[in-house]
């Protein structure tokens, strides 16, 4: 990442995929997220008693330093490439005592979008397992979409069928219905509504209006992307929907874009 700090004022003008801020924004972010990684990651080697926290840290951080950079011009491979280099801290922080399903979610549909490697999709599938068996937190629920994205990926004799309704129906009963779709032109229809209404059903999370903030790293609708894709849904009207990801969807396995 040295290379695009310090970058050449033609550089700095060269067009990035988020519209509401520049790439000296994000850079900004992106250096502040990238030494706290390095820090986290020097702490694991010293202070033992700490390693849950820090490597949640090192988790949660990855996957904004992976949103900075979709957000900027990332491309497929080095998306990838940070994804899986920080999925063993993600299993470890994220353990039963602390299961965050926002935090999951991401990184199901994230690890989707980036057609990470069979080996990694699998610790996703037996690490959400281990959740629903195991999640100390009495409201833990196992969840019909995690489920959905996670047996995309799955043979059907491996598939997981335990998860009976959605942990968070206000916020994904409308991206559900696109499952439910009777027809790809439903598909279609319902996944365009819902889009259209993404960010504001998101109005208390904690990123609502990061634009107004130096904090803020992108919005994008990985979940939304992720079912799109497992659906092979035709989503050339979403191409300049500032909310999804089209060219994550779109990318091919093995070309950088």
């Known amino acids: ?134 999640a100390k937190p009495a409201d833990w629920t196992p969840d019909l979409l995690l489920w959905f994205l996670l047996n995309s990926r799955l043979k059907d004799n491996e598939k997981r069928t335990h998860a009976q309704k959605l942990a968070f129906p206000r916020l994904y009963k409308g991206l559900y219905k696109v499952i439910q779709a009777a027809d790809s032109e439903t598909a279609l229809k319902v996944l365009k509504d819902y889009i259209g209404k993404w960010y504001n059903l998101n109005r208390d999370a904690p990123w609502y209006n990061n634009h107004l903030k130096s904090t803020y790293r992108g919005y994008w609708a990985w979940e939304v992307a992720a079912v799109a894709k497992v659906m092979h849904i035709d989503d050339t009207d979403l191409k300049d929907n500032p909310y999804y990801p089209y060219d994550m969807v779109h990318w091919e396995e093995d070309k950088e874009e």
């Open 1 to 134: 990442f040295d290379a695009i700090f310090g970058s050449s004022k033609k550089e700095q003008e060269q067009p990035i995929r988020d519209k509401l801020k520049k790439r000296k924004d994000f850079e900004k972010i992106l250096k502040i997220r990238l030494a706290e990684i390095d820090r986290y990651k020097a702490y694991l080697t010293t202070e033992q008693e700490s390693e849950l926290f820090f490597c949640r840290a090192v988790g949660h951080d990855s996957i904004d330093v992976i949103q900075i950079r979709y957000s900027m011009d990332g491309g497929l491979k080095e998306l990838q490439r940070i994804y899986v280099e920080s999925l063993d801290y993600f299993i470890v922080g994220f353990n039963d005592d602390n299961p965050i399903y926002f935090d999951i979610l991401n990184r199901v549909s994230l690890g989707i979008l980036l057609n990470i490697p069979d080996e990694n999709f699998m610790q996703l599938v037996d690490y959400v397992q281990r959740m629903d068996e195991e």
